[in-house]
T-cell receptor
Framework: EDKVVQSPLSLVVHEGDTVTLNCSYEVTNFRSLLWYKQEKKAPTFLFMLTSSGIEKKSGRLSSILDKKELFSILNITATQTGDSAIYLCAVPDPAGGTSYGKLTFGQGTILTVHP | EAQVTQNPRYLITVTGKKLTVTCSQNMNHEYMSWYRQDPGLGLRQIYYSMNVEVTDKGDVPEGYKVSRKEKRNFPLILESPSPNQTSLYFC?????????????FGEGSRLTVL
């Protein structure tokens, strides 16, 4: 059974701090790892990672994948109150060579950023 | 506007009363799926569909049914709801041929079963 584990489960920081969120996985047919941000509503897509060592960046957020050690990290620098959210990672088990099939999410990390 | 629409957004019902949560997307996506979200458990996949008439079980399919008769619609059916199905439900879709990894989510349906 595919497994995705995130840590920490919750994190409280102050504006300006840098945070690192972790996602480890055990899947049978690894193709990619996805990161999502969920505020008060639906999750929104952040990154898709497929190759080890290649960092994806979007503003103050960045993410990297280690396929040998089976984990990914999501970094947020200079945090702001608007970064407060649940951060989810997910690993698809692709069917027939496509991106998706069964999709396993981690429990999520609840990040709270205080002013 | 590209979107995934779920209805109803909020529902309180009683044990055993059949209900359907509808999901419709206007992006011509092949892939659609349903998730439930419970505190501390993240999102768990209920069912997914790779295309019309093609559906498969996710991690927690018990007590749910789905159908995919048209590409745009993927309803979730609870034949005999029970209190342990009280949850926040999300429908999502993606064009897997694009291979970008982006899954588009609906706004969620909060279901309470008494």
């Amino acid at each position: 059974e595919d497994k995705v584990v995130q840590s920490p489960l919750s994190l409280v920081v102050h504006e300006g701090d840098t945070v690192t969120l972790n996602c480890s996985y055990e899947v049978t047919n690894f193709r990619s790892l996805l990161w999502y941000k969920q505020e008060k509503k639906a999750p929104t897509f952040l990154f898709m990672l497929t190759s080890s060592g290649i960092e994806k960046k979007s503003g103050r957020l960045s993410s990297i994948l280690d396929k040998k050690e089976l984990f990914s990290i999501l970094n947020i620098t200079a945090t702001q109150t608007g970064d407060s959210a649940i951060y989810l990672c997910a690993v698809p088990d692709p069917a027939g060579g496509t991106s998706y099939g069964k999709l396993t999410f981690g429990q999520g990390t609840i990040l709270t950023v205080h002013p | 506007e590209a979107q995934v629409t779920q209805n109803p957004r909020y529902l309180i019902t009683v044990t055993g009363k059949k209900l359907t949560v509808t999901c419709s997307q206007n992006m011509n996506h092949e892939y659609m799926s349903w998730y439930r979200q419970d505190p501390g458990l993240g999102l768990r996949q209920i069912y997914y569909s790779m295309n019309v008439e093609v559906t498969d079980k996710g991690d927690v399919p018990e007590g749910y049914k789905v159908s995919r008769k048209e590409k745009r619609n993927f309803p979730l059916i609870l034949e005999s709801p029970s209190p342990n199905q009280t949850s926040l439900y999300f429908c999502a879709s993606s064009s897997w041929t694009g291979n970008t990894g982006e899954l588009f989510f609906g706004e969620g349906s909060r279901l309470t079963v008494l």
